[in-house]
């Protein structure tokens, strides 16, 4: 007697990983902590770096141009220490404004599916940050800052970039040579060594580390760029902040504990498979032999 076509063919969820950006993703913007991120970028701008002029203005039109401000002004030819500069702008931070989360850590943890930080910041801070709202141990894997740019290969990178077509080493780019808030589209902005996001060699990076498969990943960001760039390489996104979708955004969410509420289908493809595991279970227990 055959009995294969009594079992139900149990159905392949549509997601196999969750990346998730870190802040004003998984904290509301609200809660003033990037607020105090920029605070200390300036101040480090000021103070470490000399610059004077327009100070709030190019941060701005650095992070906007590149990602990270960091990106920038490695991009049009400041040269400082990367861990100073995490040291500065992060170490200082009053991490307490930040409260502990049960609510997202019962959301995250209810899913049965692989979960992946992908920050541009550097891993002590995603740490705390973590650490803060109680999500250390919902995650199985962080990209950082220190796994998208590995000292060996930062060095390197910073090589190539020096190096003309023909083989000779090029000119430093200078400042006084760049224009950051030239808005002419024609305009192209110098390259930066930082690897980091909305660049597509950050997301190439992060699918190779993590052994992603953006057609069956779930992206969820804060960042309209960073979620632009993320539909071009094939991720399903999240917008985290905002309930108006755009352009490049599947879902938008007002906060991440929305979750649930705007993408139940996460947790039904779990229920049926748990229903299909147990009918067919129930099935092989009663069967009678003659």
């Not at 500065?88 to 209810?110: A, C, M, N, T, W």
């Not at 910041?121 to 940050?129: F, T």
């Not at 309930?243 to 649930?260: F, M, T």
Request: with cysteine; glycine share 4%; charged share 25%.
């Amino acid at each position: 007697m055959e009995y294969g076509d009594r079992y139900q063919h149990i159905p392949r969820p549509q997601y196999d990983c969750l990346l998730f950006d870190v802040d004003d993703t998984l904290y509301p913007l609200n809660s003033g902590l990037s607020k105090e991120v920029t605070n200390n970028i300036i101040e480090y701008m000021i103070n470490k770096l000399g610059i004077k002029d327009k100070v709030t203005e190019l941060n701005f039109q650095l992070y906007k141009d590149y990602g990270t401000t960091m990106a920038g002004l490695k991009a049009i030819g400041y040269d400082f220490d990367y861990d100073d500069f995490h040291s500065f702008v992060h170490g200082r931070l009053p991490y307490e404004i930040l409260k502990p989360d049960p609510v997202l850590k019962s959301l995250l943890q209810s899913l049965p599916v692989r979960k992946v930080i992908f920050s541009n910041a550097n891993e002590e801070h995603v740490a705390n940050v973590l650490s803060r709202l109680g999500l250390e141990d919902c995650f199985d894997e962080v990209i950082s800052f220190e796994t998208l740019n590995p000292m060996e290969k930062t060095n390197l990178l910073d090589d190539e970039n020096d190096v003309n077509s023909n083989g000779s080493k090029q000119r430093p780019v200078l400042r006084s040579e760049i224009n950051v808030f030239d808005t002419e589209t024609n305009v192209e902005v110098p390259k930066t060594p930082v690897v980091c996001k909305p660049f597509e060699a950050a997301f190439e990076h992060a699918f190779k580390m993590a052994n992603i498969d953006p057609q069956r990943t779930l992206f969820f960001d804060d960042s309209i760029r960073n979620l632009e760039t993320a539909k071009l390489m094939g991720l399903h996104t999240v917008l985290v902040g905002s309930s108006h979708k755009a352009k490049g955004v599947d879902y938008a969410l007002e906060s991440i504990h929305n979750i649930r509420e705007a993408l139940p289908e996460l947790w039904e493809s779990i229920k049926m498979t748990e229903e299909v595991c147990y009918a067919e279970a129930v099935a092989i227990e009663t069967q009678v032999r003659a």
